[in-house]
């Protein structure tokens, strides 16, 4: 299997709205790729169908060759999810919170203690991992939302704008944890920071509007329209409006 995602012809209407229109694309084995786009582009909504969390209105979408509309449990069980703003209960510590989730997820025993020990260390949580979640800032708790994404060690990570809510140093981070996360699992996250885009991903998805305008290799797509990504970003997005 070449392919870790597969989605056909996904569309979603929102009553009469169109919230996704006819989206296909293929993310191989260990690639990084951006589904890149301004707000209200389609891009959660793309996520949430790709995890099996809204039901399309047509296509289908496959993870690691099992269909997700189908099989949907089998198929996210091997993918680590972090989609909008993550909220958790607020009386719970973080080592809490994500015994209580990896057990939901088989984990048990020693291994999931030194897992979430690993995790926690990851995000630069270990001074919080006994402290209440309900002191959390947006960032801690964004920090959180990837070390429960990380718990299980999926091989495919689908992200909704990883770096939200983080300063400078905390988004510095994350993008060091994705870079070393994509030397062996598959990373497809949303995105409308062209900084954090380029710095994680090798192909982008650029989408506006519900429609895919490109998809292709960040140089490819540089050399294609001779500027920068970012250029490639405002050229196609002003066209589609």
């Known amino acids: ?114 897992r979430i020990e690993e995790v926690i260390k990851l995000v630069r949580l270990e001074g919080w991992a006994k402290v209440r979640i309900g002191k959390f800032s947006r960032g801690m708790k964004q920090r959180l939302a990837l070390a429960q994404t990380l718990l299980h060690d999926p091989p495919i990570l689908i992200l909704d704008e990883p770096a939200l809510g983080l300063d400078p140093r905390g988004m510095m981070e994350v993008r060091e944890i994705l870079k070393k996360a994509k030397k062996k699992k598959t990373v497809f996250l949303a995105s409308h920071l062209i900084t954090e885009v380029v710095q994680v991903c090798d192909k982008v998805a650029l989408i506006d509007h519900g429609h895919l305008l490109v998809y292709d290799s960040i140089p490819r797509l540089k050399r294609k329209y001779r500027t920068s990504l970012e250029g490639v970003y405002l050229k196609l997005t002003e066209a589609a409006i």
């Open 1 to 114: 299997m070449r392919e870790s995602i597969v989605i056909e012809g996904l569309s979603k209407y929102y009553d009469s709205f169109l919230a996704l229109d006819n989206l296909s694309l293929k993310v191989k084995k260990n690639e990084d790729v951006a589904l890149l786009g301004p707000n209200g582009a389609g891009k959660t909504t793309a996520l949430k169908l790709l995890c099996g969390l809204l039901h399309p209105s047509s296509g289908t979408a496959y993870i690691n060759g099992v269909n997700v509309m189908e099989e949907r449990e089998r198929a996210i069980s091997m993918v680590g999810t972090m989609l909008e703003t993550p909220e958790f209960y607020p009386f719970l510590t973080p080592v809490e919170t994500l015994s209580y989730l990896g057990r939901l997820r088989g984990m048990s025993g020693q291994g999931l203690k030194s």
